[in-house]
T-cell receptor, first 111, second 114 residues
């Protein structure tokens, strides 16, 4: 069966510091991968999606970037965090055109 | 573009009460519709889905019927339990080529009290 991992689970970072969040999927090949952000009291916003290695689409202009160095690995990064980057980051996978399945999330607090 | 509107929360119910969370959508063509649930501190879990008009999705006592005539996908449960306390998200995936993205509603927080 397929599983999706995210780490770290919780992260507290100072403003201006770099960020790297990792997501890996097991049990499937060539999945679509997604990064979402959930700000406090708000819905989910799609940040990036990837249909293959090295292929990244950005949905909103922002301080973040994404990379997909391997088929089942998706990384969310920033060179300098802003206060507004705080939130709950969720990774998801799907094998098109099927359902998206979400990971456990990373809670990021920028101070 | 696509959009999802779901009822504002929070919703507080007593155990064994009937639950309805309204969800309506705007989309072209024939989108697929989903309900996800998020328990405190966790990621989203797929609760149920429907991929064509008049389909009924069901899981764990929850049901939702894809109504194209009213562009709705309301979530219902006949008798809620304390363990159903969570945030519920309605979502759609468009039917066009390359429609990978999900469009989510803002979520409805449900609290069930004993």
């Amino acid at each position: 069966s397929q599983t999706i991992h995210q780490w770290p689970a919780t992260l507290v970072q100072p403003v201006g510091s770099p960020l790297s969040l990792e997501c890996t999927v097991e049990g499937t090949s060539n999945p679509n991968l997604y990064w979402y952000r959930q700000a406090a009291g708000r819905g989910l916003q799609l940040l990036f999606y990837s249909v293959g290695i090295g292929q990244i689409s950005s949905e909103v202009p922002q301080n973040l970037s994404a990379s997909r160095p391997q088929d089942r690995q998706f990384i969310l990064s920033s060179k300098k965090l802003l206060l507004s980057d705080s939130g709950f980051y969720l990774c998801a996978w799907s094998v098109p055109p099927e359902t998206q399945y979400f990971g456990p999330g990373t809670r990021l607090l920028v101070l | 573009g696509n959009s999802v509107t779901q009822m504002e929360g929070p919703v507080t119910l007593s155990e064994e009460a009937f639950l309805t969370i309204n969800c309506t959508y705007t989309a072209t063509g024939y989108p697929s519709l989903f309900w996800y649930v998020q328990y405190p501190g966790e990621g989203l879990q797929l609760l149920l889905k429907a991929t064509k008009a008049d389909d009924k999705g069901s899981n764990k006592g929850f049901e939702a019927t894809y109504r194209k005539e009213t562009t709705s996908f309301h979530l219902e449960k006949g008798s809620v339990q304390v363990s159903d306390s969570a945030v519920y998200f309605c979502a759609l995936r468009g039917s066009g080529a390359g429609s990978y993205q999900l469009t989510f509603g803002k979520g409805t927080k449900l609290s069930v009290i004993p």
